[in-house]
């Protein structure tokens, strides 16, 4: 089962995602974390020391090499793991970032997302982007501006995907979201389990 997370910075999804893993693992279950970072952290650090601030395409450009990688090899383990996967971010996020920056969505990112193996759910964590903010200074390894992530929550909300994503409120401690994302995952699982019921096919008896 694969579980896909995204959100705006601060939004608290690697927190969940480890999370949601030990406390599967917990319970006796088969989960596996995977990560879908482009560098972008590391990147924002780089620029801000040495006071060089990369044209948004070229940030794009060289994000975009490096989580397409990822998820292409988070997708690969993720075929080969019969339990339990929870990605955090994937290139849905990318997309955001491009639309946050007014760049064009471009045709190969699209692409690759529907020809690559659906998720059984996006969850997507809704946070203020103050209180994000608030976060994302109080963790002290980047920075972010409310207005960026105004500007990234705004792109995610208006990328076509987004009509199929879970919203899960994460404004809350990590327990209660812990819980709601529990639930969502739960509710997935169900779901997942009625359509093979109905997909397979009916006994025939014979006189």
Known sequence: MLIVLTGIDGSGKTTAAQATVAAAQRDGKDALLLSNYAG???????????????HPRLADAAETVLRTANVLISHARAYRHPGLVIMDRHLHCQLALRQARGLPRGRFLPSLLRHLPQPDLVVHLVVDPEQAHERVMARGTDSETIEELEALSTGYESSPEYAHFTEL??????????????????????????QAGTTRPSRRTTD
């Open 40 to 54: 972008r952290r590391r990147m924002s650090l780089l620029s801000a020391r040495f006071g060089v601030q990369l």
């Open 169 to 194: 409120p994460a404004s809350g401690t990590p327990a209660e979201v812990l819980s709601g994302l529990t639930a969502a995952i739960a509710g997935a699982a169900n779901r997942r389990g009625d």
